[in-house]
């Protein structure tokens, strides 16, 4: 077996705070294979930005990873200094395209200028060889070569985005982490950027990690996928495994928190509730307080991430996974029921 291009294992991650620290993830563990399209996805907060962030030790100053392995082409990294770091791994292996992205590039300066600036410090390539490796991307992107030279705040939104992949490419990375790339875009956009995205892979090997809190974006885009819930790893596995059979109750209810094309008429689930604090260390399920299906050991110990029906890929972290999808098809059809019995209701209201 061909060894993964990133492997996160068994990783707790704290912010130390003056009075009670913040335990923003827990036992997470996923790996990346090269060329695969990765989706990390879950609702705000859930710590997908803190996960991607201690990838490329760009954690917050009172951030730490306080105990497992992260693993690079097979070399620890989690422990790497500044210097280590930019030297082996910032731009030329993983690049990326931050939270907020369309702000990243700076206003006061030339593309061109950028990307000579930032060839400068990882690599040791002329002026003119950084230019115009810019040049061919902005053509892999759809932008006109010549428009290199412009500052970024001459270019449309769409276009901002699209020169943000370009230079996230620059040093030819093997991985690039996108944070909630299409979030600031509108849906055509969005779709714009997410095509994009699609076509590199055919013209280039690159793998993707890609933070969403749109499990829609993730089944569209990516071969497989985590799913996180206050700081746990709930399920992984492949886009198929996920998207046909889902086993943990956040990501059944999630699924059918968004439209699906399947089933046109559905109501769309709300998923009530907030994760919790995480102020003190995490030895329980953290979807205990909304999970329909709660039992009192998931409130006293934590479920493992365990492997589903012998396969490798496909694991989730809940003690009823094996009853789930029975005990998922009796609440929707509950659901159903009371949704069709306030419709039938709200009609003879409106025949009064
Ligand atoms: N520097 C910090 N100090 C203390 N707590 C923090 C810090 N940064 C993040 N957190 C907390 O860690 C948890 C995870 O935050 P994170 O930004 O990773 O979430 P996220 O899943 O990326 O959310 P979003 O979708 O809103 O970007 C949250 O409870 C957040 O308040
Ligand atoms: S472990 Fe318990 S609370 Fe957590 S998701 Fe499973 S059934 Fe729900
Ligand atoms: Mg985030």
């Not at 990516?222 to 996920?242: F, N, Y």
């Not at 005990?327 to 949704?339: C, F, P």
Request: hydrophobic fraction near 35%; include cysteine; aromatic fraction near 6%.
């Amino acid at each position: 077996m061909t060894e993964p291009l990133l492997e996160v294992e068994n990783v707790d991650i704290t912010y130390r705070m003056d009075s009670e620290d913040v335990h923003a993830v827990t036992d997470a563990s996923f790996t990346i294979d090269s060329n695969e399209y990765f989706g990390l996805v879950g609702e705000s907060g859930c710590g997908k930005s803190t996960l991607a962030k201690s990838l490329i030790r760009g954690l917050d100053s009172n951030g730490e990873v306080t105990s497992g392995t992260i693993r690079y082409k097979g070399e620890e990294i989690q422990d790497f200094s500044e210097k280590e770091y930019n030297e082996k791994i910032r731009w030329k292996e993983i690049a990326v395209i931050p939270q907020a992205a369309m702000n990243s590039l700076n206003p006061l300066t030339k593309l061109s200028e950028q990307a000579v600036e930032i060839a400068g410090v990882h690599t040791d390539w002329s002026e003119k060889k950084a230019i115009s490796r810019l040049e061919e991307l902005f053509d892999i992107v759809g932008l006109p070569e010549s428009r290199v030279t412009d500052y970024p705040h001459q270019f449309s939104g769409g276009m901002k985005q699209r020169a943000i992949i370009a230079m996230s490419l620059l040093l030819n990375p093997t991985l690039i982490i996108a944070d909630e790339p299409t979030t600031a875009l509108d849906v055509i956009m969005q779709d714009q950027f997410l095509k994009h995205i699609d076509n590199l892979r055919e013209k280039r090997d690159l793998a993707l990690l890609l933070i969403t809190h749109d499990i829609a974006v993730v089944f569209e885009t990516c071969d497989s996928l985590a799913v996180m819930h206050g700081g746990q790893i709930a399920e992984r596995g492949t886009t198929k495994e996920i998207f046909s059979a889902p086993r943990h109750p956040y990501t059944i209810l999630l699924q059918k928190s968004f439209p699906d094309a399947r089933y046109p008429d559905r109501e769309l689930e709300v998923i009530e509730g907030s994760p919790p604090a995480l102020r003190e260390e995490v030895d329980y399920c953290t979807f205990a307080s909304r999970c329909p299906w709660a039992e009192q050991q998931c409130r006293e110990s934590m479920p493992l991430a365990d492997s589903l029906n012998g396969t490798d890929s496909h694991a989730v972290a809940c003690f009823r996974s094996d009853e789930m999808e029975s005990l998922a098809s009796d609440h929707m059809n509950t659901n159903e029921t009371r949704h069709a019995n306030a419709i039938e209701s709200e009609g003879y209201e409106d025949d009064d």
